[in-house]
């Protein structure tokens, strides 16, 4: 982690010399979530189990006009590790696009780049869909690493009283040399809102299935889980507090393999 942030730390204050002329949000996130697999080199190692438990997000979102924003974020979770990606964002009362690129961090001071894109169809009040993904380009250059990060993510959401009930998919992938992580989801949520309450918290429930493949050998590790989960937003004035956790129920059930997810943070708005 400490070698992510100094690494990132230029784009950071590049980030911060542009002088956004409209409001600025930034937002900060960690936690623990022990819901992976090992790579074998670590399984006998309790400092590095703990490290890769380890997850966080650092965003910063700019409004460059009533319609066009700029994203920043570096990321931490278990399964593609270290990240970052800025992009742009346009959007209008129904459609929104967003476009940039993204890179990735290995252990062997290699990066990995490629890009990541949204796409989201909205008719307010009523409906809305969104499409995104992440694809690696950067196995041919010498540069920079073998390694390969894709994600794909599909959402459909309704607005009903007091409440945004969703339902999504999502699949993220990383090849380090010769092992694959893998984790597919899909799940339910529901997004509960007042306006005249600070407090706003969203409830999720899915079944999920991680995989870890070795190159060059025929057992491939799988684990399929139910999972519930929920976060809740407080706002005070310009500022939020963050905080949620998940709990997957392995399938079949193992007492002795319980696994949790747990973060909080806060966000602040600059106008």
């Known amino acids: 982690m400490k070698r992510l942030f100094l690494h990132f730390l230029p784009v950071m204050f ?25 790579a074998p080199s670590e399984e006998n190692s ?6 890769s438990n380890i997850i966080g997000n650092f965003s910063v979102k700019g409004d460059i006009t009533g319609s066009t924003s700029f994203y920043m974020n570096i990321n931490r979770d278990n399964i593609q590790h270290n990240s970052l990606n800025i992009r742009f ?63 794909v993510e599909a959402k459909l959401g309704f607005w009903l009283p007091i409440v945004i009930p969703s339902v999504t998919f999502n699949l993220k992938n990383y090849s380090q040399e010769a092992i694959t992580n893998n984790l597919t989801r899909i799940f339910l949520s529901a997004d509960f809102y007042s306006k005249t309450s600070p407090v706003t918290f969203r409830i999720d429930a899915g079944y999920e299935i991680l995989k870890q493949i070795i190159t060059g050998e025929e057992n ?33 059930f193992n007492s002795s393999q319980i696994s949790y997810k747990a973060y909080a943070g806060f966000g602040y708005s600059f106008n």
């Not at 309790?46 to 490290?51: A, I, P, Q």
């Not at 799988?222 to 507090?241: D, L, S």
């Open 14 to 38: 590049l980030i911060g010399g542009l002088g956004l002329s409209e409001a600025v949000e930034i937002e900060l996130t960690g936690g623990l979530n022990t819901y992976s697999f090992k």
């Open 46 to 51: 309790k400092k590095n189990n703990f490290l």
């Open 89 to 151: 964002s346009t959007r209008s009362d129904f459609f929104k696009f967003e476009f940039g690129p993204f890179f990735g961090l290995s252990d062997d001071n290699k990066f990995d780049m490629g890009f990541l894109g949204l796409i989201e169809l909205t008719f307010p009040g009523i409906i809305f869909f969104s499409f995104s993904g992440t694809a690696t380009i950067s196995r041919s250059f010498s540069f920079t690493s073998d390694n390969s990060r894709e994600s």
């Open 220 to 252: 491939i590790k799988k684990q399929n889980a139910v999972f519930t989960g929920i976060e809740i937003i407080i706002n005070i004035a310009k500022a939020r507090i963050i905080a949620g956790a998940e709990i997957p129920f392995n399938l079949p």
